[in-house]
């Protein structure tokens, strides 16, 4: 949304485009928080998805509605409303029956369960509230454009802090994922980490949804690492393209939202959905490719055998 | 170290375990010696991956005692390659089997290798070294940089045998490597396992509940029923006599022309014996 007066039209000049966009502090603010938001999401969002947590991922970020309805009841800081939702739904989500290595089926009933209980408790917080309360399409879609400095070094700050627990846990987290039995049998405190995993997807999510919005967090964790995922299969370059793929659609929607009617967070969304459905496509021809070259392979293999028979 | 050429990998004496209120099996003596291929048989339920969870030391004896390579259960568990029993990986896990068999390398270890200078550089050119010696000790060099969910099912065994063996381990634990393969590859996997067992002088425990495709190799078995076991050379332990014995009801042991074995008459599952009395119950109150 452009600041008053003459509206900003894109010309030609991309330069000139570009120095329109960083005029304004509260674009500088929106491009920063929305790189760290993008940075710390690309991140976390790679290991949920490896882990098939993005249920609870989901669950966390809608844990803002009763989190910010609490908070305005209780009268203090809609962050502390936040952060205590995210992480007792954290907490929750890892002591279900199950957890990260029982059934799946049982595991997503689980959090569907804290999913719903959440969500009727914001609506207890709002009619216990009575007022109307302020603001609610900035409750589920946030306000990127009216960040404060404080937000932005608040983002930073949480967003170092998640990355770095993160990097030091993130060789027995994976193997503990992709083997649970094999990780505790070399000692590695496997239901610690699935809890610890929660608590930073809890953390990282209560830092970013007051200023992106539940539903801008919860497309910026999805869809930039399972675009990642798309392209390649290796972790370090996919956990890279992850991040990178974030910036570039954080990066692109403001710029696009700058010059248009429609919001940020509606352009956001559009452009990741469109960077997966690219890389989907790329996927799938190196997938095709992949299976000729195996199917040559194996006719390659078989022609001695067949020479054998006859 | 040198006492390592005389210790065995594994020794069990008297060994019991109880699960739940229930006991497994008791009075098991089992030794497997450095070097030696045993496979560990038994129907579903009869204890055999409960037996890996004592010798990893995930599981306390009741009675009895047990050390694996010279140690309590659970001490040496860094020299043991064990391969937990579990379901194929789907197509959605973005990971390479290279990387599964890395995480066998180093998945334990906290933090990221992002050292500089030519002494990390060394050392991360040796790992890559080693878990590409472990890709071509099972042959898996062909697939191990596809996707592991693309990976047919003898193919992501392969890979999680190259993960097991990463570490250069004493011991190898492998519950049921040859469940849910087809013949050709059961054999095949059967042969790797045999190969790796005598090259690298690994000792191996394989849980099985099909001894057919590891007769030609198996140096001795562990048959487990009925709470009970009996080991030792194939032909002296998988016969009527021996398994009507451990079973307690008449049992028949057939041998093909092939040499194949196949067991007859044993009862379905072993934990019939210890529901009967919940059986009964169940009878009474329908009678």
Known sequence: ?310 | MSTSLVEPAVELRDASVRLGGRTVWSDVSLRIEPGEFVGLLGENGSGKSTMLKVLLGALELQRGSATVLGRPPGAANREIGYLPQRPGFGAGLPLRGRDLVRLGLDGDRWGLPLGLGAGAAARRAAARDRVAGAIDLVGAGAYADRPIGECSGGEQQRLLIAQALVREPRLLLLDEPLDSLDLPNQASVSALVDRICREAGVAVLLVAHDVNPLLAYLDRVAYLAAGRAVAGPVEQVITSEKLSDLYGVPVEVLRASDGRLAVIGQPESPSHHHDRHDHDETHAHAG
Not at chain 1, 102 to 129: C, D, I, N, P
């Open chain 1, 1 to 310: 949304m452009p600041a008053e007066g003459a509206n900003p039209t894109l010309t030609w000049n991309l330069a000139h485009d570009i120095s329109q966009v960083l005029e304004y502090h509260f674009m500088i603010n929106a491009l920063l928080a929305g790189s760290a938001v993008a940075v710390l999401a690309g991140l976390i969002g790679w290991m949920m998805l490896v882990r098939r947590e993005a249920f609870a991922g989901h669950t966390l970020a809608l844990m803002a509605f009763p989190g910010a309805s609490a908070a305005a009841l209780a009268g203090v800081a809609a962050a502390w409303g936040y952060l205590t939702f995210c992480v007792a739904g954290a907490l929750a989500i890892a002591r279900l029956p199950g957890g990260a290595r029982g059934s799946w089926r049982e595991e997503a009933a689980g959090v569907g369960v804290v999913q719903a209980l959440a969500l009727a408790l914001g609506f207890l917080f709002v009619s216990l509230y009575g007022g109307v309360l302020g603001d609610l399409e900035g409750l589920l879609f946030g306000n990127l454009l009216g960040v404060s400095d404080g937000q932005v070094l608040e983002l930073v700050v949480v967003g170092l802090a998640v990355t770095a627990v993160l990097a030091a846990i993130a060789r027995p987290l994976l193997l503990s994922s992709v083997d649970p039995e094999g990780a505790a049998a070399r000692g590695l405190p496997v239901g610690a980490l699935s809890s610890g995993f929660l608590l930073l997807l809890g953390l990282a999510v209560a830092a970013t949804s007051q200023v992106t919005g539940p539903l801008l967090v919860f497309s910026l964790l999805v869809m930039p690492a399972a675009s990642a995922q798309a392209i390649t299969s290796r972790p370090a370059p996919a956990l890279a393209a992850s991040v990178a793929i974030g910036l570039v659609v954080v990066w692109l929607g403001l710029a696009v939202s700058y010059f248009s009617v429609y919001p940020p967070g509606f352009w956001i969304t559009v452009v990741a959905f469109a960077v997966y459905l690219l890389s989907r496509l790329v996927a799938g021809a190196s997938a095709g490719r992949r299976r000729r070259g195996v199917a040559t392979g194996t006719s390659g293999l078989r022609a001695p055998a067949a020479s054998r028979a006859a």
